[in-house]
Structures are given as structure tokens and as C-alpha cells.
């Protein structure tokens, strides 16, 4: 089965709580704090794999963790890192973030890319001691691994588009001039997934690509429409095929403008993509039929083959024009990944926090970060808490409370640990 798009849900790995450890051995007198840094979370990576042309990997495997980074441990000893996640796609697969609809990732080259960081590992308590805070008896915890839930869409990188009503002989000509065998049957819709052929012109070649027969109100999704027409976006060059002897009953100029319509309903830019216009089946058309058809693209401007397709013949001419043609184009198009707003980007470097007062009097402080920071606070230990009185000073909650309206004596909730604010 052709599966082009597909759901699924990425986190990376988070990172390892930094570790509370005391040097101990004998004959050392006063070996101070030696907990090591916890170890960082393996990132979700994707990368191209050649041998693939579909998506269908992730139709029923939909949840993809990597591995979390190990504690730190005593003597300074770090946690080991943990393993990367590496998801392989087809060449031309596009990564948007579900939510907000962010281009991530634009999967048409060799190199790997990282779209779900693993968070860092927490500073062990070898990090904390100071001249004055020699016993630190606590240390940071790690920092969670990033998770977005991404659509992956597949559009293919082919040079050269084939598109047509169904049944005009693009497969057939895909089978002449390259190595490709697709199905071909005298019945629509023979093709139902886009063939890709490499088409050799002396020591050139090029992709060309089979995109499945389109059909009226495509362009809106009747049929398989939008299924398809997603993989003539990066095609650099269009060959339209017409029954120019309208052999089933159509009119072959009106199935140029149907088909044109469409293209342009689904994007416009695919309306500018430079076309040539090949007239298939002209054993079976009139004189008058082929003539009028060849006047009609002259008037347009485009430029016309007429050929026969299952023996060869005028595909010569059409295949060294697509070689010309493309020697005078751009590249195939490479989409921009958009730039991730600041806080997506890091969340936890957002130290915003929304206070609240109940309607009891207690004033409610809540942010995503302090819920990281206090996971390696021992509320027991004095030194930790000054220290953890100093991260909410240099956040600007003290002052975000005081702004809020506490005074001195009323009671402050950050979570599950209450305290009494003094100025």
C-alpha cells in the first residue's frame, strides 16, 4: 500500500538527575561533595533512506522515546548518555509540527536531522560547593527532552511531472524511456501510486514521475486529488498528456483546460511551472482532429509533440526537449523550515510564572520550569533552600509576587510545598 502521509508522536530522551554524593575513604578528612552530572537524553533524529518510497512504516507504529540519560553517580562519575532515536523516511518527506502547522524539516538531502533534543543532565552537588556551602546536599535535576507530535507528508523529488486524465498514456511512456515497469491496463485508475523513472538523454538524465490520473474537482479532494497532486509541488517541469483523438468520448482541449484548472485550484504556483504538451493516441485521431489540436497549444504558446507512445514513436523528440529544458531551470525546490518561536524552542528557559490568590487568601504560584528546578530541592536542608530562595529572586518571582499584592505573613503555594513570604 502507498501511504504518503502519516502521524506520529517524538520525544527525545531526558536528561539525568545530577547526583548528591559525599566523598568517603579512609584517612581523607573532610572529602567534600563528589556527585557527578547526570548524562544527556538521546535526540530523535531522521535521516533519508534511499531503498524507501512510502511511509507506510509508521501506519500502526506511531510512538517513537528515546532513551532517557542515566544519574551521575559519586566520584564525579557522569551518567551515561542516553541512545539517539534514528526514524528513516523517503527522500522528499516533509516534517510539520501537528500543532501549530511549523515546517520542522525539509528531508531531501544526505544529512541527518535532529528535530526533538534530549535534555541536558542536572549538575551533580560537586557543582554547589562554595567557601561558605561546603556540604551542598543537593543538585540539579535534568532537563526533560523536547516532544511534538509531527505530520510527516511525502512529496516526491522528481524532475519532471507527468499529468493527464486518467487513461491518456503516462504510464506507457514512463515504461518506453526508463527502467520503470508500472501496471498498464486499458481501464482508469490502472495507476494508483506515482512511479518514479530515470530517463537517460545521452550523458544526462533526470527523474521523471507518474502522478496518478487526476480527475475534475481534484484540485478540492474528489477522488484522490489532494493524495497525489502534492508530488507535482516540487517537479521542476510539467508534461501534460492529452487523448488528442479523444478515443473516450472527451473533448482533448477541454480535458488541457480541465486539467490545468486543477493544478491551478490546488496551487497556484504549480499554474507557473513551465509545461510541454504531448498529444497521445494520434493513430486513432483524424488529420483535422490532429491539426486543430496542434494550432490550439501554437495559439496558447505551448510547445506540442505529437506521439504514440506504445511504439515509440515522436517520444524522442518530447524526452530530448524535457533535457533541454531543464538544463535552463532551477534545481527542484527545497521547502524552508520555519523558525521555532522562542519558548517552543526552549521551554525551559521561559521563567514566566502565573500567580494566583485563592479565595482563601493564599497566593498560587505556578510555571513549568519551577516544577524542574524543585525536583532537586531537599526542602529538608537549609543550604538548599537558600539556595532555591536565591533561583526565585533571580527568576523575578519574589518580585512577580509582590506585585500581586502579598505581604508579609501571607502564605505562598508553589505546588505541593507551602511557605510563609518575609520580606
Request: overall charge negative; charged content about 25%.
Amino acid at each position: 500500500m502507498f501511504i504518503d502521509k502519516a502521524t506520529i508522536h517524538i520525544k527525545a530522551g531526558n536528561g539525568g538527575d545530577g547526583a548528591v554524593a559525599f566523598h568517603r575513604e579512609k584517612f581523607v578528612a573532610s572529602g567534600g561533595p563528589d556527585g557527578g552530572d547526570g548524562g544527556r537524553g538521546g535526540n530523535v533524529v531522521f535521516v533519508v533512506d534511499e531503498g524507501m518510497n512510502t511511509l507506510s512504516d509508521y501506519r500502526h507504529k506511531r510512538k517513537f522515546h528515546a532513551e532517557n540519560g542515566l544519574p551521575g553517580g559519586g566520584k564525579r562519575c557522569s551518567g551515561k548518555a542516553g541512545a539517539d532515536v534514528v526514524l528513516k523516511v523517503p527522500r522528499g518527506t516533509l516534517v510539520y509540527d501537528d500543532e501549530t502547522g511549523r515546517l520542522m524539516a525539509d528531508l531531501s538531502g544526505k544529512e541527518p536531522v535532529v528535530l526533538a533534543k534530549g535534555g541536558n543532565g542536572g549538575w551533580g552537588n560537586s557543582h554547589f560547593a562554595t567557601p561558605t556551602r561546603q556540604t551542598p546536599r543537593f543538585a540539579k535535576p535534568g532537563i526533560p527532552g523536547e516532544e511534538f507530535t509531527v505530520r510527516l507528508e511525502l512529496k516526491l523529488l522528481a524532475d519532471v511531472g507527468l499529468v493527464g486524465f486518467p487513461n491518456v498514456g503516462k504510464s506507457t511512456l514512463v515504461s518506453v524511456v526508463s527502467e520503470a515497469k508500472p501496471q498498464i491496463a486499458n481501464y482508469h485508475f490502472t495507476t494508483i501510486t506515482p512511479v518514479l523513472g530515470v530517463v537517460r538523454v545521452g550523458e544526462a538524465s533526470f527523474v521523471m514521475a507518474d502522478i496518478p490520473g487526476l480527475i475534475e474537482g481534484a484540485g478540492e479532494g474528489v477522488g484522490l486529488g489532494h493524495e497525489f497532486l502534492r508530488h507535482v509541488e516540487r517537479c521542476r517541469l510539467l508534461v501534460h498528456i492529452v487523448d488528442v483523438a479523444g478515443s473516450e468520448g472527451r473533448d482533448p482541449l477541454a480535458d488541457f483546460d480541465t486539467i490545468n484548472k486543477e493544478l491551478e485550484t490546488f496551487n497556484p504556483e504549480l499554474a507557473k511551472l513551465p509545461m510541454l504538451v504531448a498529444g497521445n493516441k494520434c493513430d486513432l485521431a483524424t488529420d483535422e482532429q490532429l491539426e486543430a489540436f496542434a494550432a490550439e497549444m501554437e495559439k496558447r504558446g505551448y510547445r506540442y509533440f505529437p506521439m504514440m507512445a506504445p511504439i515509440s514513436h515522436g517520444t524522442d523528440e518530447l524526452i530530448n526537449a524535457c533535457a533541454a529544458t531543464l538544463a535552463t531551470l532551477p534545481p527542484i525546490r527545497a521547502f524552508e523550515p520555519e523558525a521555532p518561536v522562542q519558548a517552543d524552542a526552549d521551554s525551559f528557559k521561559d521563567r514566566s510564572v502565573t500567580v494566583t490568590k485563592t479565595d482563601d487568601g493564599v497566593y498560587s504560584v505556578e510555571g513549568k520550569w519551577l516544577l524542574t528546578v524543585m525536583r532537586g530541592i531537599n526542602f529538608d536542608d537549609y543550604e538548599a533552600l537558600q539556595y532555591f530562595e536565591r533561583v526565585l529572586k533571580a527568576a523575578g518571582v519574589i518580585d512577580a509576587l509582590r506585585e500581586a499584592g502579598v505581604q508579609e505573613g501571607d502564605t505562598v503555594c508553589l505546588y505541593d510545598f507551602e511557605f510563609e513570604f518575609v520580606n
